[in-house]
């Protein structure tokens, strides 16, 4: 009897070729299907942007994925504004600090999975890098909307600080469920593999 080759508990981002183009494909699907008003928008579901720049950097092995999403990303704002289906209000000149949001996202995704393990006990590592890249992106992305957009020419700390308790939580909570889904179908996926692995090795 051969013996049954392991698993690795740590296994973020080890993939073959195929499926890191299927995770790449499936993320681009998402972000398509939830960003903004456009054709392809499901309105029912809150925009998982964030979520997918987290889960690029955590599952994917390529650097380029950074800038592939984030061209993406302004691809469709841009067709958005074209279609007339959204206004100019996000595209402002602060657009940059969104750019440098998703990088800190991306790059606490790709810190997390230097350290990931396909345990429980990996939850509360998940929880803190993942509410400490939110955080961060969220001061990024919003203040530097709130402060250099041009649109909140009051703008003031004071003024800032008061809208985080607004719509903070509401970003975190979005970004936790999205990441929270997309590693619980992983974990479903490598059961599936283990088993599979074990009766053809048995």
Known sequence: MSAMPALS???LPIASTRTQILVAGALAALMIATRGQHFASVNALPSASWA?????????RPMWALPAFFVLSSLL??????TGTITDWCLSPAYWAVALAYA???LGGTWYARGHRDAWSAVPRLALVLGVSASVA?????GGFYFFSGRYPDATLAGFLARIPQYYPRSLGT?????GLAFALRAI???FARRHA????A
């Open 138 to 142: 969220y001061l990024i992305s919003k």
């Open 77 to 82: 704002d841009f067709a958005s504004l074209a």
């Open 52 to 60: 997918v720049f987290f889960l690029a950097g955590a599952l994917l």
């Open 9 to 11: 508990e740590r296994a």
């Open 198 to 201: 074990r009766s053809a090795h």
């Open 104 to 106: 800190t996202l991306w």
């Open 189 to 191: 996926t490598l059961g």
């Open 175 to 179: 970004l936790a469920g999205y990441v």
